[in-house]
T-cell receptor, first 111, second 112 residues
Framework: GQNIDQPTEMTATEGAIVQINCTYQ??????LFWYQQHAGEAPTFLSY????GLEEKGRFSSFLSRSKGYSYLLLKELQMKDSASYLC????????????FGKGTKLSVIP | DTEVTQTPKHLVMGMTNKKSLKCEQH?????MYWYKQKAKKPPELMFV???????INESVPSRFSPECPNSSLLNLHLHALQPEDSALYLC???????????FGPGTRLTVT
């Protein structure tokens, strides 16, 4: 089975930095996805971490610790358009195409 | 072309109706997925097709019947649905398991 935990909601100020945490317990693990979903829209891919450490991609960075079952998404220089839900999804790996999403963190960016 | 298209965008159907949702991609992806998303909840996986064969069925009721007629198309046939089946139905595709899944815009289904 899978157990994925993320904060339900977060609020941050435009221009600031915010870190969205995700802890997981899964029966199989290959890597972890982060997706962004604006209200009423489809999820879009942000990152996929397989190895421990931080991966940076522009204003967004994602960190993974496999031994701790922990990941975070770091958003820098927040913009109003970053207001969305951020979904953490551990991936079980070869032989299974399943993405089980966490409940998502709704981020509100305020002026 | 990095787009997954879904039709219709909105669908209202009665509990005795039969309807189909359609999904199409031309990215050469060989895995396609159906997800169901209720309001304020994350997407939940329903079905996975790999090389046009059903590989995963997440214990979905038989009133939902998927079909993958070719590598570019994915259908979801609906029959005798219940009001609680009202949701956003998302289609996605991917190249191989490790690659990102590209999501379509979804079909907003209302069962009356």
């Amino acid at each position: 089975g899978q157990n994925i935990d993320q904060p339900t909601e977060m609020t941050a100020t435009e221009g600031a930095i915010v870190q969205i945490n995700c802890t997981y317990q899964t029966s199989g693990f290959n890597g972890l996805f982060w997706y962004q979903q604006h209200a009423g829209e489809a999820p879009t891919f942000l990152s996929y971490n397989v190895l421990d450490g931080l991966e940076e991609k522009g204003r967004f960075s994602s960190f993974l610790s496999r031994s701790k079952g922990y990941s975070y998404l770091l958003l820098k220089e927040l913009q109003m358009k970053d207001s969305a839900s951020y979904l953490c999804a551990p991936y079980s790996g070869a032989g299974s195409y399943q993405l089980t999403f966490g409940k998502g963190t709704k981020l509100s960016v305020i002026p | 072309d990095t787009e997954v298209t879904q039709t219709p965008k909105h669908l209202v159907m009665g509990m005795t109706n039969k309807k189909s949702l359609k999904c199409e991609q031309h990215m050469g992806h060989r895995a396609m997925y159906w997800y169901k998303q209720k309001a304020k909840k994350p997407p939940e996986l329903m079905f996975v097709y790999s090389y046009e064969k059903l590989s995963i069925n997440e214990s979905v009721p038989s009133r939902f019947s998927p079909e993958c007629p070719n590598s570019s198309l994915l259908n979801l046939h609906l029959h005798a649905l219940q009001p609680e089946d009202s949701a956003l139905y998302l289609c996605a595709s991917s190249q191989v398991a490790e690659y990102e899944q590209y999501f379509g815009p979804g079909t907003r289904l209302t069962v009356t």
